[in-house]
Nanobody, 127 residues
Framework: QVQLVESGGGSVQAGGSLRLSCTAP?????MGWFRQGPGKEREAIAS????????TYHDSVRGRFTISQDNAKNAVYLQMNDLKPEDTAMYYC???????????????????????WGPGTQVTVSS
């Protein structure tokens, strides 16, 4: 079982920035970030296809959030700028592990089937 560990969450005011980090024993074919706000379902917000760096974003964060990878450190990052109160949520790193119980996110032509999540890191944005 892949072990993912997120860090970098915290409390900021609207308009502020945070950078989330996720470390893993190794990067899977896809790495992603999901979030779950109060009373909401978990949603995929950013994914990266680690072979070529192709990315995809949820409409609500496109242009404000950037996902990136560092192969040498087996890490994935989520730079979050211009944060809004509606970004308040628990943020989870996700990886592919080959399980049949997976959530599929398409990154261009690539299906990223996420089945492993980290414990999460809380992001709170105040107005």
């Amino acid at each position: 079982q892949v072990q993912l560990v997120e860090s970098g969450g915290g409390s900021v005011q609207a308009g502020g920035s945070l950078r989330l980090s996720c470390t893993a024993p190794g990067l899977s074919t896809c790495m992603g970030w999901f979030r779950q706000g109060p009373g909401k379902e978990r949603e995929a917000i950013a994914s990266i296809y680690t072979s070529d760096g192709a990315t995809t974003y949820h409409d609500s964060v496109r242009g404000r959030f950037t996902i990136s990878q560092d192969n040498a450190k087996n890490a994935v990052y989520l730079q979050m700028n211009d944060l809004k109160p509606e970004d308040t949520a628990m943020y989870y790193c996700a990886a592919v592990s080959g399980s049949s119980h997976a959530v599929t996110v398409w990154v261009g032509p690539y299906p990223c089937e996420y089945s492993v999540w980290g414990p999460g890191t809380q992001v709170t944005v105040s107005s």
